[in-house]
């Protein structure tokens, strides 16, 4: 009872703020990991690790020693197997507020023209039932994505993103990079999502816009070449028929700074999530 309360007497301030930012960061990584493949690795791993220390206890020499090399070998596995989730952690640190700014500064008429011309031209494809995907790229960078395709560098405008996917043409069967108020590049490959529950009824466009979100911040467009139906992809979930207006609120508040953002999108998304159960 007195090494107790001796114990608990020694604990300093900086002692307390060591705890908890160790239990903020193991809290973090949990809920990176958390419903993927790398926390059925880590369990496995920690497995591994009391294996390892119950054959150590009971002197069982060879299996310690199989185990203990394993466990060397592993840190370089490890980065191997777990190179997604780790890329992921990092991009989720650099995104965060105290590293990085509002990921774009268009203002007033800038800003309402930009959403404006995107929502003309998205209205405009879902009518005449021709395939698109526009991705607009937030803080995490989509160069490596823009490279794949034809570096356009123009203007975001209707038009332009009209003729894009008009069938038939060189750059219609692929995805289009948008930064701030400049289209990037044209015909870029995405990703396909690894989400093997996803309904039959998603296409390829679906599939590969999901693949890009679940791989970055952006936010991606499709509309349904089949049907004309606006979706949009975002953080690995993909919210389906969405009609102009609603779309239109969405880029606003997503081009607004996070001081002015509004709870529209939070709504919307549960709105959405109720009518999909």
């Not at 952690?89 to 404006?116: H, M, N, P, W």
């Not at 015909?187 to 466009?205: A, D, H, I, Y």
């Not at 911040?217 to 690995?236: F, K, Q, R, Y």
Request: proline letters at 2%.
């Amino acid at each position: 009872m007195q090494y107790i309360e001796g114990l608990f007497l020694n604990i300093r301030i900086r002692d307390i703020i060591d705890i908890l930012i160790v239990a903020v960061a193991f809290y973090k990584l949990f809920m990176l990991i958390r419903e993927t493949r790398a926390e059925q690795l880590t369990k496995g791993i920690l497995a591994l690790f009391v294996f390892t220390k119950i054959s150590d206890w009971l002197e069982l020499y060879t299996v310690y020693w199989i185990l203990e090399n394993a466990m060397t070998v592993g840190v370089l596995a490890i980065l191997i197997v777990f190179q997604p989730e780790l890329r992921r952690a990092l991009e989720y640190i650099g995104r965060s507020s105290f590293f990085t700014k509002s990921f774009i500064e268009i203002k007033g008429e800038s800003l309402s023209q930009v959403v404006d011309e995107i929502v003309e031209a998205v209205a405009s494809l879902s009518r005449q039932k021709i395939g698109a995907l526009i991705v607009i790229e937030r803080t995490t960078g989509l160069n490596e994505i823009a490279e794949t395709g034809t570096q356009i560098n123009g203007k975001v405008s209707s038009d332009l993103l009209i003729n894009i996917f008009i069938p038939n043409t060189p750059l219609h069967d692929g995805a289009v990079i948008i930064k701030e108020d400049i289209i990037k590049a044209a015909g870029c490959f995405l990703p396909l999502t690894e989400n093997t529950s996803l309904s039959k009824e998603l296409g390829t466009r679906h599939r590969a816009a999901l693949g890009i979100s679940e791989k970055s911040d952006c936010l991606a467009i499709i509309v349904s070449e089949e049907t004309g139906a606006i979706s949009i992809a975002e953080n690995g979930s993909i919210a389906r028929y969405l009609d102009t207006k609603t779309l239109r609120q969405i880029l606003m508040d997503m081009y607004k700074p996070k001081d002015q953002k509004d709870t529209f999108v939070a709504k919307w998304r549960r709105k959405d999530e109720q009518r999909e159960e």
